[in-house]
Structure formats: C-alpha cells, structure tokens
C-alpha cells in the first residue's frame, strides 16, 4: 500500500487570514503569500500577450491573401485560429490586471517583444509553414512560461496551460495542412 502524499504546509489561523487580508488591501490578488516576483510574472504575460497579437495579425493576413487548391479549407483554420489567438490575449490582459499590472497593448511594442515573427508569406505554403513556425515557438515559449511560474502562482499556470492545448493543438493541424500541400510528412517527430 503507498502512502499518501503529505507536505509540510504551516495553515494559518482564521485570524491570520483575516489580519493579512487586510493588510495591503489594495494590492488585490497580490496577496503575502504570493512568491514569484510579480513584476516578473506580468512582463512574461506582457510579451505572450505580444505574441498572440502578432499571431492574430498574421492569421488574419494569411486568411484574406490565402488562395490556391486548397484555400477554402486552410482559410477557415486560419480564421478559427485567428479568434483563438484573441481570446488567448484576453485571457492574458485579465491575468495581468489581476496581478495589478497594466497590458501592453501599444501595437509598435509588439514586434520587439513577441518572440514569434509576423511574416506575411508569398504563397499558401509559406503562410501554413510560417504559422507552424510561430506555434512552435510559443509552445516553447508558454512551456518555459509555465516552469517558472509552477505552482506558485497556480491561477496563471492553469490558463497558461490552456493556451499551450490550444497552441499544440494548432500546431498539429498545421502539421497535417503541411503534409497535405507537399504531400509527406512534416516531421516523424512529435511536436
């Protein structure tokens, strides 16, 4: 029989609770038993939130130019794709008012901190590789993200983990339009 798993967490008193509750009110979420340097924490939320927005203008770009055999088809992921990569941004601009934070929205800000590229993509190919590219880098990118963050700040790791799915999950269908428009397989290797 395996023993259960137990830790040495110190529970506080009801009136601990409240006494530290009130004090720095104001801080809102940001509460004394927040570890992580949350200056740090907003500023990766800042430059995932960058990334998303270069993901939807590309996306979106990429819907209207896209033409060809096959672009019925890949247009529609590239709008779905698009709406998801928004929503991804609003989920990360709460988090960040939540941390006190403000979102760094400023369109010229997006480019220089936004690890993935927007590339604009000469024909249907270019575009599908040019978004599994950005995929890649965010899966990367919301995995190290995710690291750091663990489990001291649990709310930010779990919507960062529900946009690495939808990353992955992105990153996969690219994967098969990829095959479909060279006819091989991308990759033999799980992404």
Not at 54 to 71: E, P, Q
Not at 133 to 157: C, S
Request: aromatic residues 8%; negative net charge; charged residues 30%.
């Amino acid at each position: 029989m395996t023993k259960p798993l137990t830790r040495n967490v110190k529970f506080s008193t009801k009136e601990e609770l409240r006494a530290n509750a009130r004090k720095n009110y104001a801080d809102g979420a940001i509460t004394s038993t927040y570890e992580l340097d949350v200056d740090k924490v907003i500023s990766l939320l800042n430059e995932a939130l960058a990334s998303e927005w270069i993901c939807v203008l590309r996306y979106l770009r990429h819907y209207y130019m896209a033409s060809g055999l096959f672009m019925d088809a890949v247009k529609e992921e590239f709008m779905e794709h698009a709406r998801q990569e928004q929503k991804h941004a609003e989920w990360l601009a709460e988090r960040i008012t939540q941390l006190g934070g403000a979102p760094d929205l400023n369109p010229a800000h997006f480019t220089d901190r936004s690890p993935t590229e927007y590339i604009e993509g000469k024909d249907l190919r270019d575009m599908v590789e040019a978004n599994l590219i950005a995929e890649r880098i965010v899966i990367d990118a919301y995995r190290e993200a995710i690291l750091y963050v663990g489990d001291y700040d649990t709310t930010t790791k779990r919507i960062l983990e529900k946009i690495l799915a939808e990353e992955e999950d992105h990153a996969d269908d690219l994967s098969d339009m990829m095959e479909g428009l060279d006819g091989k397989p991308v990759s033999n290797k799980i992404l």
